[in-house]
């Protein structure tokens, strides 16, 4: 976001309209990654698995 605005700001290579076309594509896609680990954690969430870590070497169990 910020190298778009820097571009934008030293060149007139873009207009004001690419520019905040892309920023709008990177906030949409943020936002989908958002809503997916959301729903993710929603489906998921409840599974725990305990799990119980001994030395290798240790015979006790």
């Given at each position: 976001m910020g190298l778009e605005y820097?571009?934008?700001?030293?060149?007139?290579?873009?207009?004001?309209?690419?520019?905040?076309?892309?920023?709008?594509g990177l906030a949409f896609s943020w936002l989908l990654l958002l809503l997916q680990n959301i729903e993710n954690l929603a489906r998921f969430g409840h599974n725990l698995f305990l799990v119980r870590i001994t030395p290798v070497g240790d015979k006790t169990k």
């Open positions: 820097i571009v934008f700001k030293l060149s007139d290579y873009l207009s004001l309209t690419a520019f905040e076309l892309l920023e709008f």
